[in-house]
Each structure stands twice: as C-alpha cells, then as structure tokens.
Nanobody, 119 residues
Framework: QVQLVESGGGLVQAGGSRRLSCVAS????????MGWYRQAPGKQRELVAV???????NYADSVQGRFTISRDNAKNTVSLQMNSLKPEDTAVYYC?????????????WGQGTQVTVSS
C-alpha cells in the first residue's frame, strides 16, 4: 500500500503555469512507473504523463511540449510542470503509482487536485 498526496492545484488564467506535486508515503523507486492522469467533467480519466524508474517519459499528445513530468526519488515526489495552460486543461488531476508483479498490475491513486484554467 501507498498513500499519494497531490498539491498545487488551483485557478490559473489561460497561458499561465502551474506546478503539481505528488508525495508518496514510501519509496517511489519501488514502483515501475509514476504518472499523472486527469478527468474533466463528463469525460473519462486520461493519461497526461508518465515517468518510469529509468526516467523514460511519455506524454499525451495534447500536452506534449507544454507539460513536463519529473521525479525526485530522494523526496518520494513526482511533479508535473504545466505551462501554456489552456481552458481544456481544466480537470481533476490524479497522481498514479503503478506496480507490475508478473502479469498483474496494481494501480494506486491520490485523491486528486483540481486545476481550473480560465479563458
């Protein structure tokens, strides 16, 4: 088990920046990947960005070039730097930790943090 606590959400104007942080209750190095997902009203949760233990990253096309995911293993923290924000980035952002054991995957989620981008 792990507890994930997100912070950094809030209201920001279009074109602005915001930095989200996720602190884990145990070493994030024990997970195969850490990521950020988001869910807008009436929509399914979608992947925003993911970073693996070897710091490989993957981004949704919609945020490529604007968002940057990073990790600090010593602080058990994963961050998401969001620049050039757009109204369509408005959503609840969730931190995710994924553990693969043999053929099984285990996902752990934070409680979410709201990001609202005004036009």
């Amino acid at each position: 088990q792990v507890q994930l606590v997100e912070s950094g959400g809030g209201l920001v104007q279009a074109g602005g920046s915001r930095r989200l942080s996720c602190v884990a209750s145990r070493s994030i190095f024990s997970f195969n990947s850490m990521g950020w997902y988001r869910q807008a009203p009436g929509k399914q949760r979608e992947l925003v960005a993911v970073i693996t233990t070897d710091t490989s990253t993957n981004y949704a096309d919609s945020v490529q070039g604007r968002f940057t995911i990073s990790r600090d293993n010593a602080k058990n923290t994963v961050s998401l730097q969001m620049n050039s924000l757009k109204p369509e980035d408005t959503a609840v952002y969730y931190c995710n930790a994924r553990l693969r054991v043999a053929r099984d995957e285990y996902d752990y989620w934070g409680q979410g943090t709201q990001v609202t981008v005004s036009s």
